[in-house]
C-alpha cells in the first residue's frame, strides 16, 4: 500500500515546507508517502461555494475506486492517537492500493469527498490555520504508525 495526503496549498512557508519533508522522510520507512499539493481555485473569496465546488472536482480526478480515504474535517470524528492508528491499521487491511489522507480548502470540501471518505477525523475543535493544520495532520500520521509499529515515539 501507498500513502498520499492531497491538500490545497496557497501559502509558502519555509518552516511549512521544512516540516513536510521531515514527515515524510520519517514516514516512508513505513509507508511509501507523499504530498501532493492541488492548485487552489483563484475564484473571489467572496464565491466560496464555487471554489469549493472546483476544489472538490478537482480532487474527484485523482481518487480512485483503489483508495482508502481519510477526510480530515472539522466535523469528522473526535479520536485520540491510539484509535487513529486503529484506524489506519483497519485500511491497510482493506485491500485498497492506496491511503488516501485529505486536507481540502479554506472553504472545505463538497459533500461529494465527504461521502467518498470512508473516515472523517477532526484534528481539533479550534480552527487553524491551514498550515499547521497540515502539520498536526503530518505528525499524527507518522505517530500512528509508530503505535502500529511498537516504536518507543507515542507515550502510552
Known amino acids: 500500500m501507498k500513502a498520499v495526503l492531497f491538500d490545497f496549498k496557497t501559502a509558502k512557508e519555509e518552516w511549512f515546507d521544512h516540516a513536510v519533508a521531515t514527515y515524510t522522510k ?3 520507512p513505513f509507508i511509501p508517502f507523499e504530498v501532493i499539493s492541488l492548485k487552489s481555485s ?3 473569496r467572496d464565491d466560496a461555494a464555487s471554489k469549493k465546488k472546483h476544489e ?7 481518487i480512485t475506486n ?14 485520540d492517537s491510539l484509535q487513529f492508528s486503529k484506524q489506519i491499521e483497519t485500511a491497510q487491511m482493506s485491500g485498497k492500493k ?7 480548502g479554506a472553504f472545505g470540501v463538497s459533500d461529494d469527498i465527504k ?3 470512508q473516515l472523517k477525523v ?3 475543535k479550534m480552527v487553524m490555520n491551514h498550515l499547521v493544520a497540515e502539520t498536526v495532520a503530518l505528525e499524527q500520521i507518522y505517530r500512528a504508525f509508530t503505535i502500529i509499529k511498537r516504536i518507543p515515539y507515542h507515550n502510552i
Open 26 to 28: 520519517k514516514l516512508n
Open 42 to 44: 483563484k475564484t473571489d
Open 56 to 62: 472538490s472536482e478537482d480532487l474527484l480526478k485523482k
Open 66 to 79: 483503489d483508495d482508502y480515504v481519510i477526510l480530515f474535517d472539522e466535523k469528522g470524528k473526535d479520536l
Open 98 to 104: 492506496r491511503l488516501v489522507f485529505i486536507i481540502g
Open 115 to 117: 461521502n467518498r471518505a
Open 122 to 124: 477532526s484534528l481539533s
